[in-house]
């Protein structure tokens, strides 16, 4: 048996890292949607032969905690049946999947004919088929309603397309693109698998197994040291979802119990809310990767993320919770019951660990807008990314951080390039910036949100929005101040206002129409009064601050405000 | 005529390296002046034809001097300590802060402690104007001029020296830019303006407002820069060429570095990287890593073959779309300060005392703790050997900074903090050491570490044990490896011009033309560059990709494709790099393939100096030493008695085992007790592990 040797160790976790990052690169480089190649809305990952997690690139982590479970569901169904060359997909949410847009390939890696691992690439798709172009159906019920369920199939076997698979597929899909954008996730998927290769030629299959293990050892240790620095005990936090898509006023709530006990930290949602009868239900591995996600914020940000990394941590969700439902209900909200589920990990643990703990951050409110491009005559569908990041909660020590989103993203999901947004939808963009006074104030405020304006340039355009946020606003923390509320606001050609929905559909919006949206900030930290007064001046003539909210949130001495020049509010 | 000079002007040092026919190089070192950096330029060349044995006048030296070639750090320190210009943005209306979101990137998703950086222009000087192109570049709406007047007003009340124009859309149409241009010209004659359809006429809001905001903010500093050395050169007699460094390893002319001082941003270390290949080279190394380290930052770079190029770059955060070397920067030099974070740690840099007031050991008044300072309490330098014994340093002067910076806010005595300063800077190093290897996949340990900069070989031991790299070269030339580099590069033009057209739909007499347009434009160039013919050679790309993707494939392409409007060559150059890259084609799918661009890089050929090997010595080295003294070892945490060698003394084959001080004109050696040396043929002192002579036993054996 080979020695582990600390140095090498070192770089095979580099290694691993290095190329998870190289697979996300080629998908960013490569794909069409710019929901890929701009928002990097898809993980790239490494698994080994039983599919443990060794090493990922989580663009967006809320699709980042299904690819191991899923990887492993694929070991089991196939069996012996896993041949060099084959390609699988699969985007199933009663097999583990996390959302139907996300679709999963995964490609097996061998040496000297012995499966070795696998590689993978998520991505979520432009489109999935189901009743609604671009995949989110308020009005769903059940999938069918949402998505083209896909467990896992074979789309090459040894190295040989299955074109009859193939086309069944893409029959059920509407947009080309994401025929491209799966080819290029497959790339992706063999650049892994020929950097693992090449990494197993130079150091050996023993050496690879030596290390990968004590890579896992290392993780769990470092989660262990983080978990035992958190007092034992039973800590409650409560986050609730607001509407669920059908019924107006209606209110959900996610109820955790965590229980930390020496090393072990057990995440327990016995206590949520059932599942809804819409789409508002989470999975359970994208309800797993919220819980992890958010877990993962408040320790060290420095542990190599593997399989160990998980060993430490229990999560119960019982089957029937709004957070895990049952077949065959729809769930295409799922990915977006993070932030609720966030809220209550932190409410949990701020009274224990207060100077781990992020206050709230701004929820998601975002909207898809799909369409015939007049100019071309082609369709687009576009996420508006620009427009849904809000602000990041403040924590002791240091402001929330401007603009960087919803905590399941985490500042790793990009805006759109203003002129690419312009090149790849009809759309012309009319205002993009922080929305002053939108964070919560504090000793350290929240992150700011921002606005968003643009005017819709297809004719017939259907925009669907889907979140939360405008309800709730990001909470402060011992005594910091709430961030702003979240908001879409459509004006028509003729003035005709219309406020969608946070769980909504609206079809045949006119070329002409005036789109804006608030993404609110975050929640502040710690007393407002006690914020570095050179600090408050200086963003008070930047315009982030007015010198109301200066005087009235942090009690600025009215002699010290003289507003910013281009101050508009 | 057959002198060359590359002058390398850094934070801390500006570096010489002279070439003539038939002499021995000269390596020079003058203490730089940041107010006005060519005045360290004019006393060099002035030290140096004043050096015994060719004494000359001034006037006779700089007249006889063919070729000069330089390079800059201003910008890049400039950058990395925010001592640029006072911006101000002119952009369109609603997009002001796209600048200071950068696409709203966390890049370390799960630390909640992660700040955005602070952006080169502050808000309120970011200002949105009326006026908007469509996505074809047609007006929509006409430039307000009264709001380009108003920012304009505020700018001058706000003393903004430096202007940037951006404007959403303006790849495709520069009018409304041009017009805002004028205004500015007219109202601000004297601020430096930048204007982003001339900087970079491309598509992407973001990389371009991030790069013409970059270009505004050094403008000024280079601008004053290259005046002041002009007219400085020209009074001296110089009547020569000058040429300065790119980022992209190549040289440009000084009014195309006017116009584009985002050119220079990374470049002082951009020739390191290829002259360090050429040390490496010498005992059949193809690959190396090289690390640099100056007064005020430190720079690594990987080498393999050749210098690994990356499309753009990254600066402290900030996105410049140039193509450049892909050098890792950290602002971390002798002249860094040490410093006590909120939390109570020691953290190093990345402001640095620079030359003026520089370390407290300079004495110049400069009163915080530098690694310098560090360096000279632990006895890596000699307080009457620094530089040559030219410049005395002030042991108690460091002492004290270190006691009151350092020691004392953390309850330590003088030199343990200056061991952790020490620590705590190697550890800056290795880690943008690992930037550039481990994190790219390639293992440190398999490519010997070429050490360059005044600073950089007393830390190296360190950096090297800290990574299990075994060997390390610190070349003869090492404080200047990058004034070396300047007179080994070739002369490079990229040049680019967007052309977008199906491949299978192209009209190939206007690509054929646009080709021809490139090559007069490069042919222009390299005659202005007194290059013959004959050493004049033109390389073609194409940047293409599949239709309707967002990035492109650079590629290259034989000119003859374009000649014989060969399709199936450029369509299967384009797969197959396109494979190679990203893991599959679509070339059984015959998919369609557009054009972008077109690159053209023009290279001449210049005549490189040769550098002469040393006949074989024996291993004795105790004719070089000249004393002994206390210094600090890593490896034991405490001090030890080691003998000190003047390594200008060092003969080929002379070996010294480690721990030992080597001291030099132009820098110090720190061999530290797990490390031996031996001096190789080109003069180049090569470290290597104790336990891995084998590694160099050809040249233990004198074989090589």
């Known amino acids: 048996m080979k020695q582990v040797d600390p140095v090498l160790l070192a770089v095979y976790a580099r290694i691993f890292k290095s190329i998870t990052d190289e697979m996300s690169l080629s998908v960013q480089m490569t794909a069409r949607s710019p929901i890929l190649c701009e928002a990097k809305d898809f993980v790239t990952g490494l698994y080994d032969a039983e599919g443990n997690m060794l090493e990922q690139t989580e663009n967006l982590p809320i699709l980042a905690f299904s690819l191991a479970p899923v990887c492993k569901y694929i070991i089991e169904y196939f069996g012996d049946d896993v041949h060099e060359g084959d390609v699988i997909f699969h985007n199933d949410v009663f097999s583990l999947g996390n959302q139907n847009n996300d679709v999963a390939v995964y490609k097996p890696i061998f040496h000297d004919g012995e499966l070795i691992g696998w590689s993978a690439v998520k991505g979520h798709q432009a489109d999935i088929g189901g009743a609604v172009r671009g995949g989110y159906n308020p009005n769903a019920t059940e999938v069918w309603q949402e998505a083209l369920r896909i467990p896992p199939v074979k789309v090459y076997e040894k190295g040989q397309l299955r074109k009859d698979v193939w086309g069944l597929i893409f029959a059920n899909i509407r947009l080309d693109i994401v025929q491209h954008d799966l080819r290029s996730q497959m790339g992706a998927c063999t650049v892994g698998e020929r950097r693992l290769q090449a990494l197993l030629c130079k150091y050996g299959v023993d050496s690879f197994f030596v290390h990968k293990a004590a890579l896992f050892d290392a993780s769990r240790k470092m989660v262990e040291k983080e978990i035992e620095q958190i007092p034992n005990g039973n800590y409650h936090g409560t986050g609730r979802v607001y509407f669920d898509g059908h019924h107006e006023g209606t209110q959900f709530d996610i109820r955790v119990s965590i229980t930390v006990t020496e090393q072990r930290i057990t995440f327990d949602y016995s206590e949520t809310d059932p599942q809804t009868d819409g789409f508002v239900n989470g999975t359970f591995t994208s309800s797993a990767s919220a819980t992890v996600l958010s877990f993962l914020q408040m320790i060290n940000p420095d542990i190599p993320h593997n399989e160990g990394m998980l060993q430490p941590i229990d999560i119960i969700i019982p089957e029937g919770t709004i957070l895990n439902a049952s077949y065959p209900k729809a769930t295409t909200f799922g990915n977006h019951l993070c932030p609720p589920n966030a809220d209550a990990i932190i409410r949990a643990l701020a009274p224990v660990i207060p100077d781990r703990v992020t206050a709230g951050w701004n929820n998601l409110l975002c909207s898809l807008t799909t369409g015939l491009d007049p100019a071309t005559g082609e369709p687009y569908v576009d996420i508006g990314f620009m427009g849904l990041k809000g602000g990041s909660g403040a924590m002791h020590g240091t402001d929330g951080y401007d603009h960087i989103g919803m905590i399941d993203a985490s500042g790793g999901v990009l805006d759109q390039d203003y002129e690419m947004f312009e090149q790849m939808t009809p759309h012309r963009l009319i205002r993009h910036e922080y929305q002053p006074d939108s964070a919560g104030p504090g000793q350290w405020r929240g992150g700011l949100g921002v606005v968003t304006e643009f005017v819709i340039g297809s004719h017939d355009t259907q925009l669907v929005t889907f979140g939360d946020g405008d309800f709730e606003p990001a909470f402060g923390l011992f005594g910091g101040g709430d961030g702003t509320l979240n908001t879409i606001r459509l004006t028509y050609p003729d003035g005709r206002e219309v406020i969608p929905r946070n769980k909504d559909l609206i079809k045949n919006v006119p070329a002409g129409t005036h789109y804006f949206q608030l993404a609110g900030g975050g929640g502040g930290y710690g007393d407002p009064a006690r914020r570095d007064r050179d600090l408050l001046t200086e963003e008070i003539r930047n315009g982030i601050i007015s010198a109301a909210q200066a005087q009235q949130a942090y009690h600025l001495d009215s002699s010290q405000t003289q507003s910013g020049a281009g101050d508009e509010l | ?704």
Request: proline share 5%; charged share 20%.
């Open chain 2, 1 to 704: 005529m057959t002198l060359k000079v590359g002058i390398d002007v850094g934070g801390t040092f500006t570096d010489f390296w002279v070439t003539e026919k038939g002499e021995e190089p000269v390596v020079h070192k003058v203490l730089s002046t940041p107010e006005d950096p060519s005045i360290a330029v004019l006393r060099g060349l002035s030290e140096i034809a004043g050096l015994a044995g060719s004494s000359r006048p001034l006037r006779t030296f700089a007249g006889s001097i063919e070729t000069i070639v330089h390079g800059t750090t201003v910008t890049t320190n400039a950058t990395l300590t925010r001592a640029g210009a006072c911006s101000g943005l002119i952009t369109t209306a609603g997009v002001r802060d796209a600048l200071e979101m950068r696409r709203g990137i966390r890049e370390e998703q799960y630390n909640n402690r992660y700040t955005n950086v602070v952006p080169l222009v502050p808000r309120y000087c970011r200002i949105g104007v009326g006026g908007r192109l469509d996505r074809e570049g047609r007006e929509i709406e006409p430039l307000s001029l009264d709001e380009v007047q108003a920012a304009v007003d505020l700018f001058k009340a706000e003393g903004v020296e430096a202007v940037s124009i951006c404007f959403m859309n303006a790849f495709a149409n520069a009018h409304h830019e041009q017009q805002a241009a004028d205004l500015v010209r007219q109202a601000l004659p004297d601020a430096y303006l930048s204007v982003s359809s001339e900087l970079l006429p491309s598509i992407r809001f973001y990389e371009r407002v991030s790069t013409t905001v970059l270009n505004s903010y050094v403008g000024p500093i280079l601008e004053r820069y290259l005046d002041r050395l002009q007219v400085r050169l020209a009074e001296a007699g110089f009547a020569g060429l000058l040429l300065v460094m790119q980022s992209n390893g190549g040289v440009m002319a000084p009014d195309i570095a006017r116009e584009k001082p985002a050119l220079t941003l990374l470049s002082g270390p951009a020739a390191g990287p290829g002259a360090g290949l050429l040390y490496a080279g010498a005992h059949d190394w193809k690959n190396c890593i090289v690390i640099d380290m100056g007064g005020t930052s430190f720079e690594a770079a990987l080498v393999r073959e050749e210098p690994v190029m990356v499309n753009e770059g990254v600066i402290d955060r900030h996105r410049i779309a140039l193509p450049m070397l892909g050098i890792h920067t950290i602002g971390a030099g002798g002249g860094s300060i040490g410093w006590i974070d909120q939390g109570g740690l020691l953290r190093m840099g990345p402001q640095s005392a620079g030359a003026n007031p520089g370390p407290a050991a300079y004495g110049h008044g400069g009163r915080q703790p530098t690694t310098t300072d560090a360096n000279l309490v632990l006895g890596y330098l000699d307080p009457e050997y620094f530089a040559g014994g030219r410049m005395p340093l002030d042991l108690p002067a460091a002492r004290d900074a270190i006691a009151a910076g350092v020691a004392e806010p953390l309850g330590l005595s003088v030199v343990e903090a200056a061991a952790g300063m020490y620590r705590v800077t190697c550890n800056n190093m290795a880690q943008g050491v690992r930037e550039i290897t481990i994190k790219r996949g390639y293992d440190p340990r398999e490519f010997p570490l070429v050490v360059a900069g005044g600073a950089g070989p007393i830390h190296s031991c360190l950096i090297a044990d800290e990574l299990d790299i075994p060997l390390q070269i610190v070349p003869r030339e090492s404080s200047i490896l990058c004034a070396v580099g300047m007179l080994m590069g070739d002369l490079r033009h990229d040049l680019v011009r967007t052309f977008v057209a199906r491949l299978d739909d192209v009209d190939w007499a206007a690509l054929q033309g646009l080709v021809d347009a490139l090559c007069e434009e490069g042919t222009a160039l390299l005659e202005a560059e007194r290059i013959a013919p004959d050493a004049r050679e033109f390389f073609l790309k194409l940047d293409c990709r599949y239709l309707k993707q967002y990035h492109e494939v650079s590629f290259p392409v034989p000119l003859q494709a374009i000649t014989d409007r060969d399709q199936a060559v450029i369509a299967s150059a384009f797969h197959a790099e396109y494979n190679r890259l990203y893991g599959y084609s679509l070339e059984q799918e015959a998919a369609a393939v557009e054009i972008i661009n077109i690159r053209l890089q023009a290279v001449g050929r210049v005549e490189k100096p040769e550098l002469n090997a040393e006949i074989r010595h024996g291993a004795d080295a105790s004719h070089a030493i000249k004393g002994e003294r206390s210094v600090y070892v890593f490896e034991d945490d405490a001090f030890r008695q080691m003998s000190v060698y003047d390594g200008d003394k060092l003969q080929h084959g002379n070996r010294v085992a480690g721990p030992a001080i080597i001291e030099k004109q132009t820098t110090a050696v720190f061999v530290s007790s797990s490390f031996d040396c031996i001096c190789d043929s080109l003069g180049s002192l090569v470290l290597y592990s104790r336990q891995r002579a084998d590694l160099v036993t050809e040249l233990l054996r004198g074989d090589s």
